[in-house]
């Protein structure tokens, strides 16, 4: 299995990007899906998660009201809607999947995401 994540680069403060990731190499549906980002020198965080039919919806509290985590389930792909971007969501950020009743989560490469001041 393989998630290839893309729509970062380098975007001032206040501005938005949308991260997209698409899942490869299976045709089992994740049943969940989401983000995770890595700041130098910081543990790696989640971000937000979806399940598959948008029952469980969870964001971290610093990107509530911000970041909308939306899904694709039919071609498990999630994508992260993010806005009023700040120099503190500065990251790596990695989607992930988790297949239904299982705890392994499938990682893919990450995408940088910089925010200037």
């Known amino acids: 299995v393989q998630l290839q994540a893309s729509g970062g680069g380098l975007v001032q403060a206040g501005g938005s990007l949308r991260l997209s990731c698409v899942a490869s190499?299976?045709?089992?549906?994740?049943?969940?899906m989401g983000w995770y980002r890595q700041a130098p020198g910081k543990e790696r965080e989640l971000v937000a998660s979806?399940?598959?039919?948008?029952?469980?919806?969870k964001y971290a509290e610093s990107v509530k009201g911000r970041f909308t985590v939306s899904r694709d389930g039919a071609k498990n792909e999630v994508y992260l809607e993010m806005n009023n971007l700040n120099p503190e969501d500065t990251a790596t950020y990695l989607c992930?999947?988790?297949?239904?009743?299982?705890?392994?989560?499938?990682y893919g490469q990450g995408t940088l995401v910089t925010v200037s001041s």
């Open positions: 992930f999947g988790i297949f239904p009743g299982r705890t392994y989560e499938h």
């Open positions: 190499g299976t045709s089992n549906s994740f049943h969940v």
């Open positions: 979806r399940t598959r039919l948008g029952t469980i919806i």
